[in-house]
RNA sequence: GGAGGCGUGGCUGAGUGGUUGAAGGCACUGGUUUCGAAAACCAGCAUUGGUGAAAACUAAUCGUGAGUUCAAAUCUCACCGCCUCCGCCA
């Protein structure tokens, strides 16, 4: 959400982010619109002023037959605050509608575009392989070492269903273990384990809803399974009011994830890249509420998740997405992709982006500095590992002519001190 | 799932229809005092929207939303949350 304010002073900008973002929304008619709430709702302020006024001559006043007048009078205006009410209402609804639709302003260094393929390489890292064989892919490779069970899954959890297993287990849990380390001695980051079974609230608050419902698994309770921690770990602080020297706040959350892939029915259909349900660590920061600060923690998370892909040994690049692939809130977004040997081409693994504060204005959380004005904080996430994509890379990399599968160096000693999966 | 209780400002805690945005206390801020501090004393101290250059004025907010009333923290209903007891269960 942004502030109305912002959208009236500021509707070149806004309307220009919007077509950047190729999202259609009409700025000027939601600031006809909310003049038209501020005529109305003034009138019916002025009117209910009358009435507490005068509500308080009754209670003063001592004369019983100008007590009935008085009342009679009030009786009036309240029919006519009624209506007007009624008018400011429908007004109201259509404002929220078109001003949850408004989407954030990208940053002046967003390249223009439309999809994915029109976002750019920031940077690269580390040699890809070179074989001596034709590679195979993850799945043949999974299913040749028996890491996962794919048919039983589909068999037991429908499609996209997977079972993890053997050193494909082993190798998740490595990782897990691999990842919590490396954060557990990170300055300055909480480790939680954040709730997925989550209401409406949190998801409206970080910009999922209302835009993404059919991406969205939903409960009987009318409860959301969230695709991210993002969404429980942002609602921590919801309706809450920060001390600044708090900031910045630095979670690494770990939850399960569930994502209905609705809108990716045909793409990676077989293995472990694109599943319904999987685990993750997300990096989620709250910080004041200034550019430059939410500029330099977005490097910051960024170069978190690179340095775990060096360490992991994955060629990677970075690129910076463009307007038509950023969400909603999103200012400015890196995607991190490591390279797939059997497809030829990189595939996200990590996804870093901030929002200024776009999503603690919806979330209602703020800071007070020290002279104790209020602030909307600015908010930032960045995958930290999710899981088990990022096996996918790890094991078409490794592998070997052979057969077997080297183990980066770094998740040995969680693997049994071994160098191969054989 | 059943029975009961409760939800007031940063915290604590009064307040069951009428100048109550809300007593008192704590905390916080400023001042007096002091070499300095503590203590004491004095003063200040909610948020959001609107109008305004500002001062100020005005509306809303006592879990949330509806309702009754000229007037609601206070009465009614629904929902949410918390607590206690019973049941069930990892």
Redesign the pocket.
């Known amino acids: 959400m942004l502030d109305?304010?912002f959208i009236r002073e500021n509707k070149d900008i806004v309307q220009a982010g919007a077509k950047k973002k190729h999202i259609d929304i009409d700025i000027e008619a939601l600031l006809v619109l909310d003049d038209n709430r501020?005529k109305e709702?003034?009138e019916v302020?002025?009117l209910?002023?009358e009435?507490?006024?005068?509500?308080?001559d009754?209670?003063?006043d001592q004369d019983p037959a100008l007590k009935k007048q008085l009342?009679d009078e009030?009786?009036a205006v309240?029919e006519e605050i009624k209506g007007k009410e009624e008018k400011l209402k429908t007004i109201m609804e259509e404002w929220q509608k078109l001003m949850v639709q408004v989407p954030n302003v990208p940053d002046m260094s967003v390249p223009d575009g439309e999809s994915d393929e029109e976002n750019v390489e920031v940077r690269t890292w580390g040699d890809k392989p070179q074989f001596s064989f034709t590679p195979k892919n993850h799945v043949e490779l999974m299913l040749a070492h028996d890491m996962a069970d794919y048919e039983r899954g589909s068999k037991v959890a429908g499609f996209r269903g997977y079972f993890m297993k053997n050193d494909g287990a082993r190798l998740e849990w490595a990782l897990m273990r691999y990842v919590e380390e490396k954060f557990m001695d990170k300055e300055g980051f909480t480790p939680m384990i954040v709730p997925s079974l989550l209401r409406r609230e949190p998801f409206m608050g970080t910009g999922y809803l209302p835009q993404s419902e059919e991406d969205l698994y939903k409960t009987q309770d009318s409860d959301y399974l969230a695709g991210t921690a993002e969404v429980s770990t942002m609602g921590y602080y919801m309706n809450e009011?920060i001390d600044k020297k708090d900031l910045p706040i630095k979670f690494f959350s770990f939850s399960p994830c569930f994502r209905r892939e609705a809108g990716s029915h045909g793409k990676d259909t077989k293995g472990i890249f694109r599943i319904h349900e999987f685990l993750k660590y997300e990096q989620v920061i709250l910080s004041e509420a200034s550019h430059e600060t939410s500029v330099k923690l977005h490097e910051e998370i960024t170069a978190n998740a690179e340095a775990m892909l060096q360490e992991l040994g994955l060629p990677y690049h970075v690129v910076v997405n463009c307007g038509g692939d950023l969400g909603l809130g999103q200012v400015k977004k890196y995607d991190i992709e490591a390279w797939m040997p059997s497809e030829g081409k990189y595939r996200e693994t990590h996804s870093a982006s901030y929002f200024h504060d776009f999503q603690t204005r919806r979330l209602s959380i703020r800071y007070k500095d020290e002279n104790?004005k209020?602030y909307f904080a600015h908010s930032l996430n960045n995958t930290a590992l999710a899981m088990p994509r990022i096996i996918c890379q790890i094991v078409e990399n490794y592998q070997q002519a052979d057969g077997s599968i080297k183990i980066p160096e770094v998740l040995r000693k969680y693997m049994g001190d071994r160098e191969f999966i054989i």
């Open positions: 109305i304010k501020l709702l003034k302020e002025d209910r002023s009435v507490n006024k005068v509500s308080n009754i209670a003063r009342i009030m009786r309240k009011i104790g209020l």
